[in-house]
């Protein structure tokens, strides 16, 4: 019987060791360059326990486009402040090896270097229209990558988490609050 393993499509278990070790590689170096040049701080922002100054541009952008349809746009920027101060929250619950991750991912999100090449928004964040964001998260969300993918469902999920778990969302959604005994 002939061997065919060779004309499969796809990727072979070397190939994959190689590009684990390539990803490795390039993120370790990528995390020496923030650390070195202090562009990952790991100070909270002002009023924050968990998010970083960096952090804050990059979630006020993406917040309203995970949320889109749910926020009514007159209160729009109280609303993302007040799922800013609930994600806050929700980092600091965490364990510390998650939140360390979730931080991680911020970084790579935020960092100059690596913004462009793995969102496709090479200008601030602030400068990212809806529709580039949009195409971001679902290029992750749609990515060959169960990292990329990875990524995607824990940023949007925390999203989703902390403007829920809001009170004032509970009446745009219909949820009347927790039973009261």
Known sequence: MPDTTADAPGIN?????????????VLTTVGGI????????????????????????????????VLVGALPAEQQAAIVE???LALDNNLNQLSPSLNTQLLQLFDLLTLGVTRGAVTGIWGSWENASDEAVQAFLKRWENSSFALLQQGQNALTNLILLSCYSTPASWPQCGYPGPPRI
Do not use: E, H, N, Y
Not at 14 to 23: D, E, H, I, M
Not at 38 to 63: E, H, N, W, Y
């Open 82 to 84: 007040g799922v800013l």
């Open 34 to 65: 923030a650390s070195l040049g202090g562009c990952s701080a790991d100070t909270p922002a002002q009023g924050f326990q968990q998010l970083r100054k960096d952090d804050l541009p990059m979630l006020r952008r993406v917040i309203p486009v």
């Open 13 to 25: 278990r070397r190939q994959l060791l190689k590009l684990g070790l390539f990803g490795t590689a």
